[in-house]
């Protein structure tokens, strides 16, 4: 095997014994063969352009079952090639896993070029990301004809594309992609759920049983919620699931507790903790202990062998939790972690509704910089960075964030600038969308002609591929001297990093002192 595709590639290169995240190599053959066929279906959609919809649904669902630690299941990887091969009437439609095991293939180190390899694989992990994306999207009806084709589109040019120049300009089509898929996912959960509203959410338990819900997909914990409304449990989120509290479609399930734990990475302490099942709608999955396995259930693109899996919905039909719900009430209530409360809810319309209040502050000197710190949180003991860092901004400085990399600085005690909490959650890393719109939204406000005059610094996590659509995204906007860590991607050749330092100023995390100097002043 051959992975370099997250943050925590092996010595940050790549890994090739078995997965940092846990995945074996064959799981990881498996993986890399899902994406030829997506590849090969994209350039025969490209030759006729027929059946866009249908075809963009599957290879999406299909990509995002290969981001890092969502689906583990072998099984599941095999239908999910059965599936594409059908759409192209290939034979592998009928193969067996062992047939599929034992199939050549394409990997990764296919280019011997590295810098045609780095473009096209930056190309194919972005799409990776948008596809997670577009997949939410999709399961709460929003699509469009256009975003699919032109994502059909540059997934067939990363297949067919071998100069540096157009793998360059492919790069950042994935990154204007990116940016309208991002805007669509926004207008499917604030048209669905309403917009965020600034939220207490609670962190202690109540003492009735529980089920805890990771991941990120709204539709499922909606249908979760609306299964067990009166069946006498609690449901509490987890990770990156933690912003579902700021929506009023689901504020308004009285039995929605509050969240329970923190990053993806913690896992294995807090599904131990919480004694009741535990749902997994999307990555991030942790292969889980022994010690609470029989308590994991996956759903949708998430998937983990020997862990029980709820079907997908069979045409408007909600999905059926009922074995959640059945082996929660036999279930003692969730063990106490902490106490107290977290407050989020500050997505663009929030912020747009206190422009006034922002822009006095602003020209007043009370707030001095915006620092974005969205992103990724991860294990690797060099992300206490981003704690450290949190600590030593100055007090008149505000922390922009979306993602699981606000754990490292959410629970902070970091005061306040008037109304404003200085750490402002606008959700999900899917909901990254918002900080680039408030971004946009001050420029116009402050009336400058470059968003890079703003008083917005960029210092941002990535650990997985949703990270990287995000940071093309800012990309193609025209945003620069953003740093990310805690390391460069190992998936950037030398001339290819050159290239993004040169072009956009991107950099790379040092220490607190110095890049508290570089950012701040």
Same mark, same amino acid.
């Given at each position: 095997?051959?992975?370099?595709?997250?943050?925590?590639?092996?010595?940050?290169?790549?890994?090739?014994?078995?997965?940092?995240?846990?995945?074996?190599?064959?799981?990881?053959?498996?993986?890399?063969?899902?994406?030829?066929?997506?590849?090969?279906?994209?350039?025969?959609?490209?030759?006729?352009?027929?059946?866009?919809?249908?075809?963009?649904?599957?290879?999406?669902? &299909?990509?995002?079952?290969?981001?890092?630690?969502?689906?583990?299941?072998?099984?599941?990887?095999?239908?999910?090639?059965?599936?594409?091969?059908?759409?192209?009437?290939?034979?592998?439609?009928?193969?067996?896993?062992?047939?599929?095991?034992?199939?050549?293939?394409?990997?990764?180190?296919? !280019?011997?070029?590295?810098?045609?390899?780095?473009?096209?694989?930056?190309?194919?992990?972005?799409?990776?990301?948008?596809?997670?994306?577009?997949?939410?999207?999709?399961?709460?009806?929003?699509?469009?004809?256009?975003?699919?084709?032109?994502?059909? $589109?540059?997934?067939?040019?990363?297949?067919?594309?071998?100069?540096?120049?157009?793998?360059?300009?492919?790069?950042?089509?994935?990154?204007?992609?990116?940016?309208?898929?991002?805007?669509?996912?926004?207008?499917?959960?604030?048209?669905?759920?309403? !917009?965020?509203?600034?939220?207490?959410?609670?962190?202690?338990?109540?003492?009735?049983?529980?089920?805890?819900?990771?991941?990120?997909?709204?539709?499922?914990?909606?249908?979760?919620?609306?299964?067990?409304?009166?069946?006498?449990?609690?449901?509490?989120?987890?990770?990156?699931?933690?912003?579902?509290?700021?929506?009023?479609?689901?504020?308004?399930?009285?039995?929605?507790?509050?969240?329970?734990?923190?990053?993806?990475?913690?896992?294995?302490? !807090?599904?131990?903790?919480?004694?009741?099942?535990?749902?997994?709608?999307?990555?991030?999955? @942790?292969?889980?202990?022994?010690?609470?396995?029989?308590?994991?259930?996956?759903?949708?693109?998430?998937?983990?062998?020997?862990?029980?899996?709820?079907?997908?919905?069979?045409?408007?039909?909600?999905?059926?939790?009922?074995?959640?719900?059945?082996?929660?009430?036999?279930?003692?209530?969730?063990?106490?972690?902490?106490?107290?409360? /977290?407050?989020?809810?500050?997505?663009?319309?929030?912020?747009?509704? &206190?422009?006034?209040?922002?822009?006095?502050?602003?020209?007043?000197?009370?707030?001095?910089?915006? @620092?974005?710190?969205?992103?990724?949180?991860?294990?690797?003991?060099?992300?206490?960075?981003?704690?450290?860092?949190?600590?030593?901004?100055?007090?008149?400085?505000?922390?922009?964030?979306?993602?699981?990399?606000?754990?490292?600085?959410?629970?902070?005690?970091?005061? $306040?600038?008037?109304?404003?909490?200085?750490?402002?959650?606008?959700?999900?890393?899917?909901?990254?969308?918002?900080?680039?719109?408030?971004? @946009?939204?001050?420029?116009?406000?402050?009336?400058?002609?470059?968003?890079?005059?703003?008083?917005? @610094?960029?210092?941002?996590?990535?650990?997985?591929?949703?990270?990287?659509?995000?940071?093309?995204?800012?990309?193609? /906007?025209?945003?620069?001297?953003?740093?990310?860590?805690?390391?460069?991607?190992?998936?950037?050749?030398?001339?290819?990093?050159?290239?993004?330092?040169?072009?956009?100023?991107?950099?790379?995390?040092? !220490?607190?002192?110095?890049?508290?100097?570089?950012?701040?002043?």
């Amino acid at each position: 095997m051959f992975c370099f595709q997250c943050q925590e590639a092996a010595r940050n290169v790549g890994c090739t014994i078995k997965g940092v995240c846990g995945k074996t190599p064959e799981t990881s053959d498996l993986q890399d063969v899902l994406i030829q066929f997506c590849q090969e279906a994209a350039v025969r959609w490209k030759a006729d352009r027929q059946g866009t919809r249908e075809i963009a649904q599957e290879i999406t669902r &299909a990509l995002f079952m290969t981001i890092t630690n969502a689906n583990f299941d072998n099984q599941a990887l095999a239908k999910a090639i059965q599936q594409i091969a059908h759409r192209m009437d290939h034979p592998a439609q009928d193969w067996t896993l062992e047939q599929f095991l034992r199939m050549p293939h394409a990997g990764i180190l296919e !280019d011997a070029d590295e810098d045609v390899r780095s473009l096209r694989q930056l190309a194919v992990i972005g799409l990776k990301g948008l596809s997670a994306y577009l997949h939410h999207a999709a399961m709460l009806g929003y699509e469009q004809e256009n975003i699919y084709a032109n994502f059909l $589109s540059l997934l067939a040019d990363t297949e067919t594309l071998h100069e540096v120049p157009l793998l360059q300009r492919l790069v950042l089509d994935v990154g204007s992609l990116g940016v309208q898929g991002m805007a669509l996912l926004d207008k499917a959960n604030t048209e669905t759920y309403g !917009d965020p509203e600034v939220t207490k959410v609670r962190l202690g338990v109540g003492n009735r049983p529980g089920i805890l819900v990771s991941g990120h997909d709204l539709r499922d914990l909606e249908e979760l919620l609306e299964q067990t409304s009166d069946k006498g449990i609690d449901i509490y989120t987890h990770s990156e699931m933690l912003p579902a509290h700021y929506y009023p479609r689901l504020k308004r399930f009285t039995h929605l507790y509050g969240n329970y734990g923190s990053s993806w990475w913690e896992q294995e302490r !807090d599904f131990e903790q919480f004694n009741g099942p535990v749902l997994l709608t999307t990555n991030c999955l @942790v292969p889980p202990k022994s010690s609470y396995k029989e308590r994991v259930f996956t759903t949708g693109a998430a998937g983990f062998e020997g862990c029980r899996h709820i079907p997908d919905r069979e045409g408007s039909k909600p999905k059926d939790f009922s074995p959640i719900i059945e082996m929660a009430l036999r279930c003692p209530p969730p063990k106490p972690l902490e106490d107290g409360n /977290l407050v989020g809810g500050f997505a663009h319309r929030t912020l747009e509704s &206190a422009a006034p209040q922002i822009l006095q502050a602003v020209t007043s000197g009370a707030i001095t910089k915006f @620092v974005v710190m969205a992103g990724c949180d991860g294990r690797m003991k060099n992300r206490t960075y981003y704690t450290d860092f949190a600590k030593s901004l100055p007090g008149n400085t505000i922390i922009l964030t979306a993602g699981c990399a606000k754990y490292r600085y959410n629970k902070l005690d970091l005061g $306040s600038i008037g109304a404003f909490p200085r750490v402002l959650d606008a959700g999900q890393c899917n909901d990254s969308y918002s900080l680039a719109l408030i971004a @946009v939204k001050l420029k116009e406000a402050l009336g400058l002609d470059d968003i890079n005059k703003l008083p917005i @610094v960029y210092n941002i996590a990535w650990y997985e591929q949703k990270a990287v659509i995000v940071l093309l995204a800012l990309l193609a /906007l025209g945003v620069k001297n953003i740093r990310i860590g805690p390391t460069l991607p190992a998936f950037l050749s030398p001339n290819v990093s050159r290239i993004l330092v040169e072009t956009f100023g991107l950099g790379s995390i040092q !220490d607190v002192e110095h890049d508290m100097a570089a950012l701040i002043g």
